[in-house]
């Protein structure tokens, strides 16, 4: 223990070089166990959900093409996984259809004889898309709308943070389906609404970074050098503000894939017979209370690890990047 | 006499705030030549920096607004141009060099791409070029290594480093006039004279213009040539620099003069504070902004009109009530000066 604090002390004392901020932050969340957990889930999420999006983009883009997936080489059929999601079989196991998890069936399979491993490793693809895309919506409105905001304020300001309001005011499931009547169905659609509805949040996020970065000096150096405004916005001030930005983009991916769930709990968004965690988990609650537990429990399970892990280290990196919990 | 650069004739900026209208800088006017440094002093919210700031139009609008006055660069009147043309004259013809080097560089770019944006802005130059350039620039600022120092960023320099890397920003597109403003206070001592030499280098290089803003009479003695002295938005002396410290004229540049230590005494000589405080800006009186502090006010005169300049030496001219042999006999009491004709 002592020689520890010694080496630690020696360390700090023959520290000459200032850290930079990304050095910085990351050496504060590797202290943060949480954070790392949330990291290797992130990670292992974000390598399941892109092969499966790979695989998906190999395979056909006509499902009628072959009979089915299963009879086409493994890296044209469309996903990876042991068997295909959408293909039933009555007689997967000894009891009929229905069975629980066993070595042929490392999940158990569905009331129509699905593999439950493989529909849930295939939805995974489907939150990871929710994930970027809506986020990804959200970032190119919030992130263009907010500094403009910010940086002339006045009557711009007032126009964009009213507008803001109208967003964080409405019900959001009605407005989702709103935009869903204007934007047609498909499930892209869906992720397209959760883009559109969640921008407002982080406009507002930037815009109170960028009201403090605007008057910092550097702003009017960068001025009295003859940049545009349009320069000194996106060029100058928004690197400066994006520390909260990217907790925030943490937080809202794992928002965005349990809003997507309940979207499909609901009945909009994934069509049957394509899974997503949301559709399986409406698909399968009735079974649970019938004793047959696993079909709920795993896409569950997946859906709140995952999500756990998007906001576990959401919040470990704000509070690596807080200044004013430095040690 | 070198080629007239800048004409700033009668420039006024105000603030227009809810609480009323701030004159910050209110009939200024001064000229500045080719190779030629002008130093302005005063204290805190004296209107040095709004007056500099007003140069660019830099002020911000609203609040600010400049209301009177021309600022002619080489003849044409910025106050004219359009946004575009002023934009084309920041940084390429008149550049600045702000306080604090420590906040004054992007944190989020390496050095050598600030620089290299500044000369990709102006000038016609591949990412390449400028970047070259760049580290050229910082070597040339005295900025050791500069070609691994172009790809630092700013938080692996030290505050002097940082300011030479302002410098090197500053001078990057080969302005006729530099405005510097306050470039020393935030540095040590031993620093600051490094920079001012930095500074003076890069004049004589150049051949460009420099107005030295500051507080710091020292500085001011050691590379201004002519020295304009404010007080509440308003010039109150202007001079060459022997004039402003052998031959000073007004109450308040004695009052800085006196605050000033020196170390050329044998006798112990107390500093001589200004009593009171800075006038607010909002409430100032129709006449002269230091009466109230002055000590050799006259009632009925100072506070209500602010006197017409009277020239008391080659290109010195004073602005105050006092008459000018009461000023003298007024200023040969004073200990600093006594001390002086000993």
Redesign the interface.
Known sequence: MTEEVVATAGEGAMEV??L??WADTWRRLKKNKLALIGLVIIVIFLLVGGVQEIANLLGPQNASETATAAQRPWWQRGYLAPYDPNGGDFHAGPAGPINPPSMKHLLGTDYLGRDVLSRALVATRISLLVGIIAVGIALAIGLSLGPISGYYG?AVDSVVMRMADIFFAFPYILFVLLIMTVLGPGFRNVFIAIGILSWAGYARLNRGSVLSVKQ???I?????????DLRIIFR?VL??TMAPIYVAIAMGIGGAILTESALSYLGIGMRPPDASWGSMITDYQTYFFAGQWWMLTFPSVALVVTVFGFISFGNGLRDATDPKLKE | MDELLLDVQDLSTHFMTHAGVVKAVNGVSFTLHRNETVGIVGESGSGKTVAALSLLRLVPDPPGKIVEGKILLKGRDLREVSNEEIRAVRGNDIAMIFQDPMTSLNPVFKVGMQIAEAIMLHQDKSRRDAWRIAAELLAKVGIPDAESRVNQYPFEFSGGMRQRAMIAMAISCNPDILIADEPTTALDVTIQAQIIDVVREMQAQYNSGVILITHDLGVVAEIADKVMVMYGGRTVEYGPIDEIFYNPHHPYTWGLLGSLPRLDLVEKERLTPIKGQPPDLLMLPPGCPFSGRCGYERPDECPLTMPDTEIVGPEHGVRCWIPNDERVSARSALPRFVARSK
């Open positions: 070089k200032p930079s901020p006045g910092v000096e550097y009017e150096a960068a001025r009295a050098q003859g940049a545009s100058h690197p400066n």
